[in-house]
């Protein structure tokens, strides 16, 4: 039988207490696996273009190529958003750090990790590059549950004008555990 990744709720109700003997190898490999095998991914801005941007108000993923690093339960079969193919319900730690320019002066630009395109507000960092040469940089963080199938992505938006944003360099690091 192939070993599952289980949730800890369904791992606390497979091995609990064990009065009755029950527990069987695969319960104990489930387990291990469940606690031994994180999923994680890394992807990078490796080729960097304009965002473009309809409006001050809608959120976009960040553009450019991205490439993936590594991965562990998670793919990206879309640009620049990690999509999470494990079975269990997990919780997902995001890190990311972005270079940016502006085609403009006096530019604010909104970052957030997005989770099924919708930004994390708790992630949302916000940097005023003053003119289009000037190099900002941000670090963005964000915490989420996710679900199968479910992806992340660095999102961004001007605040300022539809101006259009380049990440120059990004990086976004997820690292999941047990739900």
Not at 54 to 63: E, Q, R, S
Request: aromatic share 6%; no cysteine; proline share 2%.
């Amino acid at each position: 039988m192939a070993d599952t990744m289980r949730t800890l709720a369904q791992l606390e109700t497979i091995l609990a207490d064990n009065t009755t003997g029950a527990i069987s190898p695969q319960d104990l490999r489930d387990a291990i696996l469940a606690s031994v095998q994180p999923g994680y991914a890394e992807m990078y801005v490796s080729s960097s273009a304009a965002t473009t941007l309809a409006d001050t108000t809608t959120w976009v993923d960040a553009g450019g190529t991205f490439t993936l690093t590594d991965a562990n339960n998670w793919e990206m079969t879309e640009n620049g958003r990690l999509y999470y193919t494990g079975a269990a319900d997990r919780e997902v730690n995001i890190n990311a750090s972005v270079s940016m320019t502006a085609a403009g002066v006096n530019v604010v630009v909104e970052w957030g990790v997005g989770v099924d395109g919708t930004v994390l507000t708790p992630s949302i960092i916000r940097r005023k590059i003053g003119t289009g040469s000037d190099v900002g940089a941000a670090a963005v963080i964000a915490h989420a549950d996710i679900s199968n199938g479910s992806y992340v992505s660095l999102m961004v938006r001007n605040i300022t004008s539809a101006t259009t944003v380049t990440a120059d360099l990004a990086n976004v690091v997820v690292f999941d555990f047990a739900a």
